[in-house]
């Protein structure tokens, strides 16, 4: 079989390249290793993916964010981050910035449909599920993905299999890993109180939450803790758990109900150390898995399809070939650019705020203090939040 460019991985950065490489006239190929069912019907995952403006325009020009229902996206008007009982809040809010809202609350899985059903909906794109990927094969001008059922030829792969990337390995390519030795527990809890679209993140001493807004009358429960006290907290008995989270949310929002399943996360970020190779390059999380705390994961991968689909229409139009060495060079450093700052700026807020020794404990308090007397500050910080897509 052959395609000009072969993806493999159908997770949500996958699927967004294979329809910015097929608008630009290229066909596709798509591996995946979940069956079809799990593609076109994903479970909820506990995932609530805050979206950048920059991000919803690239999901709207895809045809995918016409594909999410209305009721599947919540606006988030304003965020608060604040630390424990020394509260003095840091507020970002949509003031002068000309939007209604900082950014928009989408569940992972509703993403990850509306993607599947706009690909399967292009001529230009083939989506093979449940196909285990054995390797990637250097073939000079071309490269081969050898692959359960029939390898594919091409002049480019892709690799978008997640953060810990079988292929990446496969491909010789090391990556940076930050083990935070903390898991996330994410879920939906219903609550007694209103919202009002406002996300608060906050801070104690051996504990984060973080409480985002959804529609019908929920938030999303964020809770970072060591993994043996998260696995207690997965297993509970609901009634329970119940009391055992507002006990620790402090009852900001009167009564609350868990009424969705509940997921862990263990939270290691990878960086990997090149995102090429000779007629292969790393996307998504496979190329850069964010800490979650500062909600940039699926937002930089979707840049990185950006930076990569805009770079391959160059090459197209310089010499026809979407995998030349000067359109992965230039992808690479482009999408460096873009990356590298904010792993560094998210690692070293994810540590400042998940240690409990007593100078990170000051520190985060200095901090929110400071940070909020600094318009500056808050304004980079809500321009970033908002981000209207802006590349290296
Ligand atoms: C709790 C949590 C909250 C988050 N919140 C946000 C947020 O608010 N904002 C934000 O921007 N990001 C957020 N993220 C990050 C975001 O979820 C990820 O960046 C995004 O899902 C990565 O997509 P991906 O397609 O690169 O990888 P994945 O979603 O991991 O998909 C990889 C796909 O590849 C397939 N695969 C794996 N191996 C193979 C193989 N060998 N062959 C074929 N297929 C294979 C898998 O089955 C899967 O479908 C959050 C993450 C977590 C954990």
Not at 11 to 35: C, D, I, K
Not at 41 to 52: H, K, Q, S, V, W
Not at 107 to 128: D, F, K, T
Not at 318 to 339: C, I, K, N, Q, Y
Request: charged share 20%; aromatic share 6%; proline share 4%.
């Amino acid at each position: 079989m052959r395609s000009d460019v072969t993806i493999i991985g159908g997770g949500p950065a996958g699927l967004a390249t294979a329809l910015s490489l097929e608008s630009l006239g290229l066909s596709v190929t798509v591996l995946e290793r979940a069956p079809q069912a799990a593609l076109a019907e994903p479970a909820f995952d506990g995932r609530e993916i805050a979206l950048t403006h920059h991000s919803v325009s690239l999901l709207r020009d895809a045809g995918a964010w016409a594909r999410i229902p209305s009721v599947g996206i919540s606006p988030l008007r304003e965020a608060r981050v604040e630390t424990g009982r020394h509260n003095h809040p840091l507020t970002f809010d949509t003031n002068g910035q000309g939007v209604e809202a900082l950014g928009y609350l989408v569940s992972n899985h509703l993403i990850r449909r509306a993607l599947y059903e706009e690909a399967v909906s292009r001529p230009g794109i083939v989506l093979r599920a449940g196909v285990a990927t054995r390797r990637v094969r250097d073939d000079g001008d071309g490269v081969t993905v050898l692959a359960e059922g029939g390898d594919v030829m091409s002049r480019l792969a892709i690799a978008a299999d997640g953060r810990f990337s079988e292929i990446r390995r496969l491909q010789g390519i090391g990556a940076i890993v930050h083990d935070f030795h903390r898991s996330m527990l994410v879920c939906r809890m219903a609550h007694e109180s209103p919202h009002h679209h406002v996300a608060t993140q906050w801070f104690d001493d051996g504990q984060t939450i973080a409480l985002l807004p959804v529609n019908g009358g929920a938030s999303s429960l964020v809770l970072t803790l060591p993994p043996d006290r998260i696995e207690v907290l997965r297993t509970m008995e609901r009634e329970r758990f119940n009391e055992e989270i507002m006990a620790r949310v402090g009852n900001r929002l009167g009564a609350m109900r868990l009424v969705s399943s509940r997921h862990v996360y263990p939270l290691r970020a990878v960086y990997a150390h090149r995102f090429t190779a000779r007629r292969f390059a790393l996307i998504g999380d496979a190329a850069v898995g964010m800490h979650p705390i500062t909600a940039h994961g699926f937002n930089l991968g979707l840049k990185g399809q950006g930076i990569l689909a805009q770079e391959i229409a160059a090459g197209m139009a310089r010499d026809g070939d979407p995998g030349s060495a000067a359109v992965l060079r230039r992808f690479s450093m482009r999408h460096r650019l873009t990356t590298a700052p904010l792993f560094a700026a998210t690692n070293g807020i994810a540590t400042l705020y998940t240690r409990d020794e007593s100078p990170f404990r000051y520190l985060r308090r200095a901090g929110l203090r400071a940070a909020d007397s600094l318009a500056p500050f808050k304004a980079a910080v809500t321009n970033m939040l908002i981000d209207r897509g802006k590349t290296a």
